[in-house]
């Protein structure tokens, strides 16, 4: 199991020129999990497709299909007081912080394309290149 965030989710469940590196993550672990606001940055993320990008509503709506069925449920809370703890240390978003704090009490890599994430918590945080590499 990982967590999974929302780039990650993204690159997986809407075509983009990351999407065989996020495949290349789910062949290594399907498992993905993450906090409940994946939800609402995801749908953010779609927002700029259809306003930016052209992407229809029916294209959006199969997107966020993939994107819900790639967590299937594994969806958690977290606790605000230690997502304040770690967003105060490393300086990254509390929404981050958010999937850092979930990674940590599942004992389980993030999975992330967020470079200051990556640099604040490395003994959880991996990027999806080094986790795509690893064997099943």
């Known amino acids: 199991m990982i967590v999974a965030d929302t780039n990650l989710i993204a690159y997986f469940s809407i075509y983009t020129e990351h999407s065989t590196l996020a495949e290349a993550v789910c062949a290594v672990d399907p498992t993905w999990t993450a906090p409940l606001l994946w939800r609402s940055e995801y749908l953010a993320t ?5 306003k930016h990008a052209g992407m229809n509503f029916e294209t959006a709506v ?12 594994r969806e958690y809370a977290v606790d605000a007081r230690k997502v304040l703890e770690l967003a105060i240390k490393s300086k990254c978003s509390a929404y981050d912080c958010e999937y850092v704090a979930l990674a ?9 394309a967020d470079k200051q994430v990556l640099r604040a918590f490395p003994k959880i945080a ?6 795509a590499r690893k064997k099943k």
């Not at 779609?46 to 259809?50: G, I, R, S």
């Not at 940590?104 to 992330?112: A, F, K």
């Not at 991996?126 to 986790?131: A, G, M, P, Q, R």
Request: hydrophobic residues 50%.
């Open 46 to 50: 779609l927002m700029k497709y259809v």
């Open 104 to 112: 940590q009490d599942l004992g389980v890599p993030l999975v992330t």
């Open 126 to 131: 991996i990027s999806l290149e080094k986790f």
């Open 62 to 73: 199969s997107s966020l299909r993939v994107a819900e069925d790639a967590i299937a449920g």
